[in-house]
C-alpha cells in the first residue's frame, strides 16, 4: 500500500465511501434498502464530485493553492461537476421524455391495427445525472476526505 499512490487511493476511496453513502440517502429518500445503489448512475452524493474533489483538495493540500497541478486538478473537477449536473442529468430528461412518448405510441397504436409498432424490450435509463445539490454534496464529502487524506499522510 505504501508503493501506491496516495492521491489515486483518496480518489477511489472517495468515490467508494460516495457509492455506498447512496444505500443510506436512497433509503432516507425512499424507505427501502437497496445495495443496488452501490452500482447506480445519479443520486446523492455525486461520486464524480467527490472524486475529484478529492484529488484536487489532496493535491491543494499537499502542494499549496498556487501549484500547477492544483489548478490542473481544480478545473479538471469543474469540468467534471459541470457535466454530472448539466449534460448528464439533460440526458436523463430527455431519456424519461422518450420512454413517455414510446408508452403513449403503444397505447395508441392499439386503437389503430394498420399502425405497426414493436415495443422496445428494454427503456432508456433516466437517472443518469445529478441534482446541484447532489453535485455539491459530492463536493463537501470529497474536499474533506481529501483533507484529511493529505493531513494523515504528514
Do not use: C
Not at 10 to 17: H, P, R
Amino acid at each position: 500500500m505504501e508503493d501506491m499512490n496516495r492521491g489515486i487511493i483518496t480518489a477511489l476511496g472517495s468515490i467508494g465511501l460516495a457509492q455506498a453513502a447512496k444505500i443510506w440517502t436512497y433509503y432516507r429518500k425512499t424507505g427501502e434498502w437497496d445495495v443496488k445503489q452501490l452500482a447506480a448512475t445519479g443520486g446523492m452524493p455525486s461520486s464524480h464530485s467527490a472524486g475529484v474533489a478529492s484529488i484536487a483538495s489532496y493535491i491543494a493540500a499537499n502542494k499549496g493553492s498556487r501549484h500547477t497541478e492544483t489548478a490542473l486538478a481544480v478545473v479538471f473537477g469543474v469540468i467534471v461537476m459541470y457535466d454530472a449536473q448539466g449534460i448528464r442529468r439533460h440526458t436523463g430528461e430527455i431519456a424519461k421524455l422518450v420512454n413517455e412518448l414510446e408508452d403513449s405510441f403503444s397505447k395508441i397504436s392499439k386503437d389503430f391495427p394498420s399502425l405497426e409498432f414493436v415495443e422496445r424490450e428494454k427503456e432508456l435509463k433516466e437517472l443518469l445525472g445529478h441534482q446541484p445539490l447532489e453535485v455539491l454534496g459530492g463536493a463537501i464529502l470529497g474536499g474533506i476526505l481529501g483533507v484529511w487524506s493529505a493531513k494523515i499522510e504528514h
